[in-house]
């Protein structure tokens, strides 16, 4: 084990390209190594030749890792704007997977070394994941050359621990974490977290996915009592929900928001970090009773059909765990499938139900969709008929836009 700066860490795996370059793992989310990525930017020349392989997630990782280097490349399960002229130029190669199968890709894909943020260690030399432990354990179980950042500012975490002597250098590399912030819910969201609630079971174990949806969904536990939280990541909103005694236990794989996040998520006995192996697996998922999974889309059809990933053709996002809990909640006993969004956009211009999606956005099936929950109200498809289906989307549609979607049903039907 090697003592090192993040600047000679990054040199030493420098001195291990070869001909045709190396495949280095990067954490996202709040585990993206900021000190690491400074030395990059200062000394380019150390990312020529590399490929930065790993799930950086819209909103909340804002770096373009490919852009370091004009022969550095990038991989990846999401796009963003943020990193679209790599996209756009075949710079970052996207792969279209969900959590959990970007965890198993994770512990396939050719890597020739790894880069890990992680806490402080202990008096045994132990060390942590932090709030990024979703994705790097696919990673840390495989026999490539590691990198551990010890960051002061990374909290200790109730999870997985690592002996110091599992990394071939570790550096010290103190930099503040990430952030991210969910901003306030407009008031569709307010109307739609009163629909939450009245669909939340006692005792139920609840996920939400990123943005306002679950923002909604952790708003619409506070008052309740003996839930839990299985989900993919929390944000702060999780804080006032902890404190109203709500929750008995947070499964989590990774946090995202403030530094008052992290502080908690490091001391707080009922919050527990889980790989994504564990989170996202259906078959776990499938045991847990009463699971509802709130999530969120960008439109869906009158068949019924979600596009999370598209916006006038260009792919902007990744499915992430979207249909994983979509999946795991339908097969859970007294589970909900849930997508909430609001009925429209641009102040009711535009309807986020729309008659027909292109093949090419729809992220999730129809079969998979369970419950649409709009400001006007919830649509239970579960069971309905093609027909049924279409009138229950209608009817949680913006009230301005549900003749045009019943002319254009009434078309449409007629051609099916």
């Not at 709030?131 to 490539?144: G, H, W, Y």
């Not at 990374?154 to 990394?167: D, E, H, I, K, Q």
């Not at 990123?210 to 909604?216: H, N, Q, S």
Request: hydrophobic share 45%; charged share 20%; proline share 6%.
């Amino acid at each position: 084990m090697i003592r090192a700066t993040a600047e000679s860490a990054a040199e030493t795996v420098a001195q291990r390209v070869k001909p045709g370059g190396i495949r280095v793992f990067v954490p996202g989310a709040a585990s993206e190594p900021l000190a690491l990525l400074e030395v990059y930017r200062r000394r380019p020349d150390l990312a020529a030749g590399l490929t930065f392989v790993g799930a950086h997630v819209p909103g909340i990782n804002r770096n373009d890792w490919a852009g370091l280097h004009e022969t550095a490349r990038a991989e990846g399960s999401f796009v963003s704007a943020d990193w679209r002229a790599s996209f756009e130029a075949g710079r970052f190669a996207f792969r279209p997977l969900t959590w959990f199968q970007t965890f198993r890709w994770l512990g396939e894909t050719p890597l020739d070394a790894a880069f890990f943020q992680v806490s402080e260690p202990d008096a045994a030399g132990n060390v942590t994941l932090g709030v990024a432990s979703d994705l790097a354990p696919a990673v840390m179980a495989r026999e490539v050359f590691k990198v551990a950042l010890v960051n002061p500012a990374m909290p200790r975490v109730r999870g997985a621990v690592y002996p110091l002597s599992a990394f071939d250098v570790v550096a010290d590399a103190p930099h503040e974490l990430v952030t991210y912030d969910t901003g306030t819910l407009d008031p569709a969201f307010d109307a739609i977290k009163l629909h939450l609630q009245g669909l939340i079971p006692e005792g139920a174990s609840v996920q939400f996915g990123v943005g306002k949806a679950g923002v909604a969904a952790l708003a619409a536990l506070e008052g309740m009592k003996g839930l839990r939280i299985h989900s993919g990541m929390v944000t702060d909103p999780l804080l006032p929900v902890l404190d109203s005694g709500a929750l008995t236990e947070v499964v989590t794989g990774l946090a995202a928001g403030s530094r008052a996040l992290y502080d908690r998520c490091g001391a707080e006995s009922r919050i527990r970090f889980e790989p994504s192996s564990f989170t996202h697996d259906i078959r776990v998922l499938a045991e847990i009773p009463r699971l509802v999974a709130v999530n969120s889309a960008i439109e869906i059809d009158l068949f019924g059909q979600a596009n999370a990933e598209f916006q006038h053709g260009r792919q902007i996002s990744g499915v992430g765990g979207l249909t994983d809990f979509l999946r795991g909640a339908r097969l859970s006993e007294g589970g909900l499938p849930i997508l909430a969004l609001p009925a429209s956009a641009r102040r009711g211009e535009i309807s986020r139900i729309v008659p027909r999606l292109p093949p090419v956005a729809v992220s999730v099936p129809r079969a998979d969709v369970g419950l649409v929950v709009t400001e006007h109200g919830v649509a239970d498809l579960r069971g309905l008929t093609l027909d049924a289906r279409a009138e229950a989307l209608i009817g949680v549609a913006d009230p301005g836009h549900r003749d045009r979607l019943a002319e254009a049903w009434a078309e449409m039907r007629r051609g099916v």
